[in-house]
């Protein structure tokens, strides 16, 4: 049975697989590619909030059942843990749409940790579940939030997690029909 590290005593652990990989808002101390298994990043989540409003909805990402995601986990200090939890709180349960979890994911290096997740509650009213892509688009398209634009979001995401090795194939559809030319294609096999 693998051992879960201790990142140092009181140390903070968060995983990050949407924006929080570009714009994390907190300090930490480092981050560190990172797998999470259980879960598989989808933009299943309307957002009425950040990318949307509940009259034009927008779409972001959250965490729903099954399968495995790679992102990134960002070691927070002992000392800023309270005021990063507070944080995130904030941003992420504007309208309680996650679930906060602590659960084990697997460092790059091989050490498993605790991290803070936020996860899709399957039983909030913001809960999209699989759309097709006709209608994916048609709601990243129309959103907009005190965040920003929705095509910004998903077209950052997508550049990001490029620039890390992972190939999300609906966030790479949308990105090619949002701005034609200027997305990365799937790399090679």
């Not at 957002?47 to 009259?55: K, L």
């Not at 906060?100 to 909030?124: F, I, M, N, P, S």
């Amino acid at each position: 049975m693998t051992m879960i590290a201790d990142a140092g005593a009181g140390d903070l652990w968060v995983f990050g697989y949407g924006s929080l990989i570009w714009r994390p808002g907190f300090a930490f101390e480092e981050s560190v590619a990172a797998r999470l298994s259980g879960y598989h990043r989808s933009l299943c989540v309307f957002s009425h909030v950040h990318r949307g409003t509940p009259e034009r909805p927008g779409l972001v990402l959250g965490l729903d059942r099954g399968g495995t995601c790679r992102g990134l986990a960002f070691r927070v200090a002992a000392g800023h843990a309270d005021e990063t939890i507070a944080y995130l709180r904030e941003r992420e349960q504007a309208t309680s749409v996650y679930l906060e979890r602590h659960l084990v994911v697997t460092l790059e290096d091989g050490r498993r940790v605790k991290a803070v997740v936020y996860v899709a509650d399957r039983k909030h009213l913001q809960y999209a579940g699989r759309l097709p892509a006709a209608e994916l688009l048609k709601l990243v398209r129309q959103g907009r939030g005190s965040s920003g634009e929705n095509p910004d979001y998903v077209l950052r995401t997508h550049d990001h997690l490029h620039k890390m090795g992972i190939f999300d194939p609906v966030l790479a559809e949308l990105a090619e029909a949002l701005a034609p030319g200027l997305t990365h294609p799937r790399p090679p096999l």
